[in-house]
Each structure stands twice: as structure tokens, then as C-alpha cells.
């Protein structure tokens, strides 16, 4: 069993820059791929970045490309999501995944004001 816990969430104005952070527990984080996925009011989840085991490939939605960046720490078993030029649309609870297992934080708020 993995345990995924989301941190870093608040308000923040537009433009500004929120990190969020999502702690794994047991020992496979370090072979696991990872997604941060994000889920609006009313709107489905949808995919926001992903990030392979070792960290050499990322992968991003559309609407985030550029200005949002994911990246990893094995050693502290943590994934990364760092938000910039942050705008309202990115109003959301951010969630992060497990590829393997398919494991899903509680996820951690992320609200933008214009």
C-alpha cells in the first residue's frame, strides 16, 4: 500500500506562484511514475503533468505547458509541482497519482483570484 499526502495548496492573486509537494510512503516511489491530475467545481478530473521514475521525462496538459513544471525527489520519496503565472482557470483541488497501484492523495486546494 502506497499513502500519498498533498501539500502546498492556498490562495494566491493571479500571477502569482504556489509549489505544491506530495509525500509517498513505501519503497517503490522510487520506480513509480507519477501524475499530478486536478479537478475544478463542476468540471471532471483532468490530467494536468506527468513525470517518470528517474525524473528524465515529463510530460504536461496543454494549458499548463510553460508555466507549471513537475519534477521529483527520491530521496525524500516527493513529488513536486511547481505553478506559475498562475491564473483563475487554475482553481482547482490538485491531486497527485501513482501510475503503478494507482494510488490518489486526499489532494491539497489551489485557488487563484483575478
Known amino acids: 500500500q502506497v499513502q500519498l499526502v498533498e501539500s502546498g495548496g492556498g490562495l494566491v492573486q493571479a500571477g502569482g506562484s504556489l509549489r505544491l509537494s506530495c509525500a509517498a510512503s513505501?519503497?517503490?516511489?522510487?520506480?513509480?511514475?507519477m501524475r499530478w491530475y486536478r479537478q475544478a467545481p463542476g468540471k471532471e478530473r483532468e490530467f494536468v503533468a506527468y513525470i517518470n521514475w528517474s525524473g528524465g521525462y515529463t510530460d504536461y496538459a496543454g494549458s499548463v505547458k510553460g508555466r507549471f513544471t513537475i519534477s521529483r525527489d527520491n530521496a525524500k520519496n516527493t513529488v513536486y509541482l511547481l505553478m506559475d503565472s498562475l491564473k483563475p482557470e487554475d482553481t482547482a483541488i490538485y491531486y497527485c497519482n501513482s501510475v503503478r497501484g494507482n494510488y490518489w492523495g486526499q489532494g491539497t486546494q489551489v485557488t487563484v483570484s483575478s
Open positions: 513505501g519503497r517503490t516511489f522510487s520506480s513509480t511514475d
